[in-house]
């Protein structure tokens, strides 16, 4: 039973280098996914609360943008090295928090040291052109810090997301305020301790717990210049218009509905055991999971083999619970919805030792579906897969470049000329073939097209150097030449 706000532990919010305990009286209680037991509480932090974290973090940030470049990303290194040595450590906070399976957990901290790594080149990525322009007359472009920048960030991956942008940021020079989401706020109190101890000096990185109240103060504050934004469309799309409205820079990641493609040349048992993990790893709450599985003529042997696998992957054994009761409520509002044509109901594959107030729910497929259906166009994000079907490629993409979403989109098949077809054709971001998780690792940019993604360019990989700095350019002469031109 979930305790009554009041009754735990609240967290403090991370600012100036120190742990704050919040002013606000509006808390919420952060629910274990397994159990449904509450674990602690998180304040919703007031505008009037980022505003001393914005000044503490613009102090510090003077000195941090004024040191270089390789003195900055030593601390990068230092904190993943922090991060390799207490993986499982972190990785348990994680699946506290938002339920993820540990191996989930585990996999989502080294993708996030990946983009460490990343960061950690900045020194051997940045360095700006120079050219003589004419004789003795140098340009040269530099980049500079922003100043202070802010995250927000969504709960299902509550250490990677962060990840994506605060060391690109703090390696730019800038100070980085995260508002994490309020249903997982422990993991990014583990990234200030790992910063703090990697010796990152106090104020550079800060945590500000809350909800609608402190992102929109967020968008407004004169004091940050810049905003990353991942989580669901609609909120993305007004922190977006917000942000952008009060002259920031802000790239906003939204939601997605990913379609999966299966062609009748598709390997059979690579193809369903693909799509299987792709539906139901992190209980189908990830922006890359499958979909809606786009079938392509006969490939009835291949959807029999999804739909017996799935089958077999019970919740609570196979795969963690959702992150809430209306979450998994919301998926079984979509099966009540679809009745008949639920050909396998996630309600019934849950482990029967699974603790009674977890939020856990199996697989469940949808099956002959239309393009127009809810469950065919909505983000549901569980561990749901609805199938269409149609009679050839051309079609399959018309009903993938129908989905106003375009994070992700894959196809299975064994011929280069027709993944090919398909990958110039989606209207997506990023597309796999014969990969249903088409993640693009470091240095490769992640990021949807659409309406799963505001603002230009990507939010992570080379795109990043250009969202978190100004650049500069400067034209020097230092010819002793008597010779004047326009430009003396
Ligand atoms: P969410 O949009 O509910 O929350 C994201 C953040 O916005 C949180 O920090 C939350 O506190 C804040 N927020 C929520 N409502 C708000 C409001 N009305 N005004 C201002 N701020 C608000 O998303 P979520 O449920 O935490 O995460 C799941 C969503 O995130 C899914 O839609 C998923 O597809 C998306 N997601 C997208 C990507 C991507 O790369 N495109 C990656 C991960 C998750």
Redesign the pocket.
Same mark, same amino acid.
Not at 253 to 256: F, I, R, T
């Given at each position: 039973m979930n305790p009554k706000v009041g009754t735990l532990p609240a967290l403090p919010n991370y600012i100036g280098g120190e742990r704050v305990v919040s002013s606000s009286v509006r808390r919420l209680v952060v629910t274990k996914p397994t159990t449904g037991e509450g674990i602690a509480e998180v304040p919703l932090s007031s505008a009037a609360e980022l505003d001393d974290a914005v000044a503490r973090a613009q102090r510090a940030q003077v000195d941090w943008g004024n040191t270089g470049v390789k003195d900055r990303v030593q601390v990068l290194f230092r904190l993943k090295a922090l991060m390799e040595a207490q993986v499982d450590q972190l990785a348990r906070v994680i699946t506290e928090e938002n339920g993820k399976t540990l191996p989930e957990s585990r996999g989502s901290i080294l993708r996030a040291i990946e983009c460490l790594e990343f960061a950690s080149s900045f020194p051997q990525l940045t360095p700006g052109p120079l050219l003589e322009v004419s004789p003795g007359v140098e340009c040269r472009s530099i980049r500079s810090p922003l100043g202070v920048t802010a995250g927000?960030?969504?709960?299902?991956?509550p250490m990677m997301?962060p990840l994506w942008m605060a060391p690109n940021s703090i390696a730019s020079g800038n100070a980085f305020i995260l508002?994490?989401?309020?249903?997982t706020p422990m993991s990014s109190l583990e990234l200030a301790r790992l910063f703090e101890e990697a010796g990152l000096p106090p104020g550079i990185f800060s945590v500000v717990h809350?909800?609608?109240e402190v +992102?929109?103060a967020m968008c407004d504050h004169p004091g940050i210049a810049a905003i990353g934004?991942? $989580?669901?469309?609609?909120?993305?799309k007004? +922190?977006y218009s917000r942000g952008c409205g009060n002259h920031k820079r802000v790239r906003a990641?939204? $939601?997605?509905k990913n379609h999966l493609v299966v062609v009748p040349d598709a390997d059979p048992e690579m193809t369903a055991s693909n799509v299987i993990a792709s539906v139901t790893g992190c209980a189908g709450?990830?922006?890359m999971a499958a979909s809606v599985l786009v079938a392509v003529g006969d490939v009835e042997p291949i959807i029999e083999r999804i739909r017996s696998g799935m089958a077999k992957v019970v919740a609570g054994r196979d795969i963690g619970p959702m992150?809430s009761a209306a979450a998994r409520d919301r998926v079984y509002e979509y099966l009540d919805r679809a009745g008949e044509k639920v050909v396998l109901d996630g309600r019934r594959q849950v482990d029967a030792g699974v603790p009674a107030g977890g939020f856990f729910c199996g697989p469940s497929i949808i099956d002959h579906a239309s393009p127009d259906d809810a469950w065919s166009c909505d983000?549901i994000?569980g561990p749901v897969l609805t199938i269409v079907r149609c009679n050839n490629l051309e079609e399959a993409i018309a009903i993938e470049n129908g989905s106003p979403y375009g994070?992700a989109a894959a196809i299975y098949t064994s011929s280069g000329g027709v993944a090919e077809r398909f990958v110039q054709g989606a209207s997506a971001g990023m597309v796999g073939v014969n990969v249903g998780v088409p993640v693009p690792r470091e240095p490769f940019a992640?990021?949807?097209w659409n309406d799963?993604?505001f603002g230009d360019g990507d939010?992570t990989g080379e795109s990043a150097i250009e969202f978190w700095t100004r650049s500069k350019k400067v034209t020097g002469k230092w010819t002793q030449s008597g010779a004047q031109n326009w430009m003396s």
């Open positions: 927000i960030t969504p709960f299902n991956f997301v508002k994490p989401s309020e249903q809350g909800d609608r +992102v929109e934004f991942v $989580g669901s469309t609609t909120v993305a007004a +922190v990641l939204g $939601g997605a709450q990830r922006c992150i983000e994000f994070n992640f990021g949807g799963s993604s939010l």
